[in-house]
């Protein structure tokens, strides 16, 4: 008998997924954000709490693509051309925000240009990927194991709005953030940004909570039939609670706490989503066994994964040990 | 539109630009590693200065490698999904080992090595770059183990239409991997010796950091000196190779059409894809089989022995490969030309040297881009050698104007993103070297007196 590697692929996965979108969630946010800071100085530290960073946090999402295709390339190779155009605005959004940590220092008449490159391609691949979880939820048509869609179906209300949702997702994230690393007035202003991105991202879970079972009769029927209401109903109770404990943490002027609670937010709404679509990879028509790939490639990269990952958080960790605490706006090269 | 020719032109546009970034970086964190063990053995101040002006270079350069290299797995999804459904179980775990191997080690201590000097002990920043430069091996390791099976695929069984391991330890030291991967790595090296050698040659003609410059020169010709000739050697290994496994694509290197004995080595001519026959031919007779099979007389297998429909284009595979070796004689020629300068205690005054020198950065980056399409193009029409026809690979549903769309906003952005940084990188040359020494990392106060005396 050989041993089922899917559910282990899949939390990995899981795992990548997540964690990039919590890391690169938070780096994303701050771009955003960028444009509205108080002033030059702001801007600054604003780029340095985020610049030794970022790209660990974007590794996530080579992984998290890899990581299908290795162990679900039917899910892989329906996907991503599917979404061909939000895909190629992702990509071209992080080019954007990603040379701007680079070309900003050292731009002397051109600086403003890369604080719009920053902030847009921010926006843009925030946006994109909002539209990318969108249709992951609306589904895909399939015939077989062949897409029987076209380039352009992802272009639907619902991914629309999703893509805004996440915007307001990242703010909250990158403002937490903020919150955290920086002090003065910097922080007052992230304090102010992370509620009104708070607001925001509470309307857009209840808006997809109460849309996604309208949209399909199977996820309406996994959250609400007996036993699995009595199951799953601490997830909105979860969900309350820490909005409130961000609210109330951002009101009484914590440091940490806002940007747990705001993490703790993307948990449950990412279990949530987790309840809705399982078992499916290529939503609502292949499963994860269906486009699971031969064992034997599966097998070779977990042995390694398995090795590797712990020591990948290790000194993950120990780079942002590094650079904890306030950051200042001089803390550039040197 | 045809999208399939669209697909490869995107892919080879993309590649081609984010190639030179590596070409460029993973060189060059080696000698920033080199350079700060240096400090950390001699205190001399210059290696401090050089690596310290290097890492700014590093960091922007770094940048775009990482923003355009995310771009290229995303390739394998949206436009060549089929190739992606039917090798992912073997070019998804080496591609998977890349990232888990060389990115995440790459992007954590680079924080270190680009802000962390004042934050983490001298001895800390020293291993990070050197853990950089690893990363930056360990990468080109596991792509070049990818780009070797699909030209030399092994370790493997076709089944349902999809490439099933069945020995990983030959996956990836398939056939073309050692050679592949040596030749690259040393020709990437030697694009940043170059690079090095150029911008210092630079430096000494407008009479701007003297001492550095020098320095920078003689480390450049030093590695130069035993690279250059290695190279030969590697590249001679590597064409035979390519003659054992894929005749199809040595046939059209050498621009050979008939198959037979004494072959000559044809250095230049106009090959016709359509009368079969070269135009214009200089050769010397006989030479390509020496140095093909060691032997005078030896046979070597011409383009007319293989069906058209497996043939590779001719002219481009031809044309790149001489561009390729072209770019190796004038690395040759300065290494010549500058330990006679050396001999006659002139190598650092001579101006029209150090004017050659400087003009001498691209010839690297044409080199391996000339050498990545001599392979590449070499290896049509197939995408996995023998296997999978690069048209059968491409995402079926895709249209010509989908590609069309995509394949213009990337060479509108990426025209403006390598523009800029070309820019930045020229002005950060043109700045110069830091006056001051960056400060060194909170060295842990000596215990006792004496410590400090005999560290």
Redesign the interface.
Known sequence: MILDLVPIWTAILAVSVFMYVLLDGFDLGVGILFPFAPDDKARDTMMASV???W??N??W???G???M???F??A??????A???P??AM??G???R??A???RP??VT?RAKWDRAFCWGSLVATYAQGCILGKFVLGFETTGR??A???WDWLHPFVLAVGVGLVFGYVLLGATWLVMKTEGSLQQWARAKARLALIGVLAFIVMVSVWTPLLHERIAERWFSWPNIAWFSPVPVVTTLLALWAWRSLARGSDAAPFFAAMGLFLVSYLGLAISLFPYIVPHSITLWEAA??P???A??LI??LF??PV?FM??G??YW??RGKVRAD???? | MDPLLLSRAQFAFLIAFHFFLPAFTIGLASYIAVLEGLYLWTRRAACLRISAFWIRIFAVSFGMGVVSGIVMPFQFGTNWSRYSEQTAAIVGPLMGYEGLTAFFLEAAFLGVLLFGRKLVPPWAHFASAVIVALGTLFSAFWILAANSWMQTPAGFEFVDGRFVPTDWLAVIFSPSFPYRFTHTVVAVYLTTAFTVIGVAAWYLRHGRHVEESRIMIAMGFLLASVLVPAQAVIGDFHGVNTLHHQPAKLAAIEGIWESGHGQPAILLALPDETLEKNHAEIGIPKLASLYLTHDWNGYVKGLKDFPREERPPVAITFFAFRIMIAMWLVMLGLTVWAWLLHARRRLFTSGAFLRAATYSIPVGYIAVTAGWFTTEVGRQPWVVYGHLRTADAITPFLTGTDVAISLFFYVVVYAAIFGAGFYYLLRLVQRGMPEELPEPGPERRPARPLSAATR
């Not at chain 1, 892989?76 to 051309?81: E, K, Y």
């Not at chain 1, 803390?331 to 040197?334: F, V």
Request: proline share 4%; hydrophobic share 55%; aromatic share 18%.
């Open positions: 610049a030794p960073v790209d660990g974007e590794t999402l080579v992984m693509g890899v990581g295709l290795t162990a390339p039917v892989f190779a329906i996907i991503f051309p979404l061909y155009f895909v190629l990509l071209l992080l080019i954007f990603g040379v940590f680079e070309f050292t731009a051109s062949q897409y869609g076209s380039t790939t031969a034997e490639g599966q070779f990269l390694g994964t590797l990952i990948i000194y993950l120990w780079s590094v650079f803390a550039g090269y040197h």
